[in-house]
């Protein structure tokens, strides 16, 4: 009589034990998956344009690097506020989560830097390798920075820091 409650016992244990142990795996998991989601929208900040679409985002991780929704690599910041292409010309600059560009015009800007209406973010293509950096040109004077829009769309600007 006592074996067989022993064998109960035992067995009452057991699936108890597994069910916990199932339970502990799955949370552990779900807290990852959660966790490194958090950490990878935490290091990349995106990049929006005059209509609010989310055209590039900057990876705070990888050096500053500026890359375009798709993925490919265009420009980065240098020294917290210039912007250079790849291909080493001075694109505009980065300051107080707004682009600009040569002529003190906005070109983009970080989610609630400007008034306006953002567009859902879709999901990210898959990151290009980064070119190689070319020799940066001497960053011009800043201008005065202008309350408008620039006409050059954001896409354009960073295309052309490309080789």
């Not at 344009?49 to 050096?63: P, R």
């Not at 210039?82 to 002529?103: P, S, T, V």
């Not at 999901?123 to 050059?152: A, C, D, L, M, T």
Request: aromatic share 20%; proline share 4%.
């Amino acid at each position: 009589m006592f074996r067989g409650l022993k064998l109960i016992i035992k067995s009452f244990i057991s699936k108890r034990m597994m069910k916990n142990y199932f339970f502990f795996i799955v949370t552990i998991i779900l807290f990852t998956i959660a966790g490194a989601e958090n950490v990878i929208a935490d290091n990349e900040i995106a990049l929006f344009d005059s209509n609010g679409k989310a055209i590039a985002y900057i990876a705070v991780d990888d050096d500053f690097t500026i890359y375009l929704w798709e993925g490919k690599p265009v420009a980065y910041i240098y020294s917290s506020e210039n912007i250079y292409g790849f291909n080493g010309k001075h694109l505009g600059w980065f300051e107080d989560g707004i682009i600009w560009d040569h002529e003190g015009y906005a070109v983009g800007a970080i989610k609630g830097a400007v008034k306006m209406l953002y567009e859902f973010e879709p999901f990210k293509g898959f990151k290009e390798f980064k070119p190689f950096k070319s020799f940066r040109e001497f960053s011009p004077y800043k201008p005065r920075f202008k309350n408008k829009w620039s006409g050059i769309p954001l896409s354009i600007f960073f295309k052309a820091g490309v080789n």
